[in-house]
């Protein structure tokens, strides 16, 4: 089961050992906060020696790295597809939520970790992960004002729409669980209905 999750995590990390360490970190970083984790703690939650982690990563902050910058390119992946489309900006808007909301709540232990461990990050780490983020609220930015142009979209200042929009869809991470009646495919969809009526678009 840890091997099916991490690879379906991290499809593009290799070897094995190096996605059961991510997931281990993942867990620990969650449960104990960035700082409070000791390597000793990721490498026993892998089932490895604290030795055996130095193989595949340096330094804690590196994993935290690795977790961080592959969460970002993934949805940033997922806002370039939409974005692609020929869509109009509503729809674009409406699928980019769904989407963005439903990964937040479908990986909300990594996503907790991407999203709120930002801070530990080396200074040039953190500047990668920073430059990810700026890449994904340009496209979002640029998707609202695409809407106000068309007039699908009712909206004074794009730059903080944008913000408003992400930022919904990241906070799913900070309280969803499994324990969550609602499917994280049925919260994108009113997410998505809340978003266009926010950005003062028709929802029909």
């Not at 593009?12 to 104990?32: G, I, N, T, Y």
């Not at 780490?125 to 890449?135: D, I, K, P």
């Not at 068309?150 to 903080?160: K, N, Q, S, W």
């Amino acid at each position: 089961m840890t091997s099916t999750l991490s690879a379906e995590l991290w499809p593009d990390v290799q070897p094995e050992a190096a996605r059961r360490l991510m997931l281990a970190a993942v867990e620990s970083f969650a449960r104990r906060g960035f700082h409070a984790t000791t390597t000793r703690d990721i490498a026993s939650g892998a089932g490895m020696s604290p030795a055996a982690l130095y193989v595949h990563f340096p330094s804690k902050a590196a994993l935290l790295f690795a977790i961080s910058k592959s969460g970002h390119e993934q949805t940033l992946a997922l806002v370039e597809a939409v974005v692609a489309t020929q869509a109009s900006p509503k729809e674009k808007i409406r699928e980019l939520v769904e989407g963005f909301v439903a990964w937040h709540a479908r990986r909300h232990t990594v996503a907790r970790v991407v999203q709120y461990e930002l801070q530990a990050l080396p200074e040039r780490e953190y500047e990668v992960v920073a430059e990810l983020r700026r890449r994904i609220e340009h496209l979002v930015r640029t998707l609202v004002a695409d809407g106000v142009a068309a007039g699908e979209f009712v909206v004074t200042e794009p730059r903080t729409a944008a913000r408003a929009v992400l930022s919904l869809g990241v906070d799913v991470a900070r309280w969803y669980s499994e324990r969550m009646r609602k499917s994280p495919a049925a919260l994108g969809r009113e997410y998505a209905e809340l978003v266009l009526r926010m950005l003062g678009a028709s929802t029909s």
